[in-house]
């Protein structure tokens, strides 16, 4: 069976600090792999999306950045965090594995800014 | 363009009461419909999903929806509230080339 990863699952960084959040899935090849974030009563909001190895797509103008450096691995980044980039953020998978388009959910991890 | 529309950021209902939480969707192509469930501080757990087929649809913790074609609805159901369906629910539509989500029903639970 299929398995999603994040870590950390809580992180407290002062404005300004770099940000790493990994995401791995097990269990399956070539999934499609998403970035979400949910602000406080804001819903959903798709960051970015990737279909392959180094194949990057954002879905919106923001201080984050992606890689997806092995098939299995995708990664949210930023140089520099803001207020604004508080909440939580999701990892997702979906592929042949999970047919309909259905979307599979890591645990989250929660990262406040200060 | 696609679209969810979930009515009521906020439910309650008393425990052993029915449970209905309200989807209408926006597709120009027949659509996949899911329900997510999350719980604070986790992830989104696929409640129950339609792809093709029969249009009422069974998933996990006795909660079913139904496919409305006619009212564009994808309405979610428990016959009796249990305290752990406290939650925030998430109804999603994919027009196959992505998921979108509305924003959400936080299920309050009276005992």
């Known amino acids: 069976s299929q398995t999603i990863h994040q870590w950390p699952a809580t992180l407290v960084q002062p404005v300004g600090s770099p940000l790493s959040l990994e995401c791995t899935v097990e269990?399956?090849?070539?999934?499609?792999l998403y970035w979400y974030r949910q602000a406080a009563g804001r819903g959903l909001q798709l960051l970015f999306y990737?279909?392959?190895?180094?194949?990057i797509s954002s879905e919106v103008p923001q201080n984050l950045s992606a890689s997806r450096p092995q098939d299995r691995q995708f990664i949210l980044s930023s140089k520099k965090l803001l207020l604004s980039d508080s909440g939580f953020y999701l990892c997702?998978?979906?592929?042949?594995?999970?047919?309909?388009?259905?979307?599979?959910f890591g645990p989250g991890t929660r990262l406040t800014v200060l | 363009a696609q679209s969810v529309t979930q009515l009521g950021s906020h439910v309650s209902v008393s425990e052993g009461a029915l449970v209905l939480l309200r989807c209408n969707y926006s597709?120009?192509?027949?659509?996949?419909l899911f329900w997510y469930v999350q719980y604070p501080n986790q992830g989104l757990q696929l409640l129950l999903k339609y792809t093709t087929g029969a249009t009422l649809v069974k998933g996990i913790n006795g909660f079913e929806a139904e496919f409305k074609k006619s009212e564009t609805s994808f309405h979610l159901t428990k016959p009796s509230a249990h305290m752990s369906d406290a939650a925030e629910y998430f109804c999603a539509v994919s027009p196959r080339d992505k998921i979108i989500f509305g924003k959400g029903t936080r299920l309050h639970i009276l005992p």
């Open positions: 597709s120009s192509v027949p659509p996949y």
């Open positions: 990737s279909v392959g190895i180094g194949q």
């Open positions: 269990g399956t090849s070539n999934p499609n």
């Open positions: 997702a998978w979906s592929g042949v594995a999970a047919p309909g388009d259905t979307q599979y």
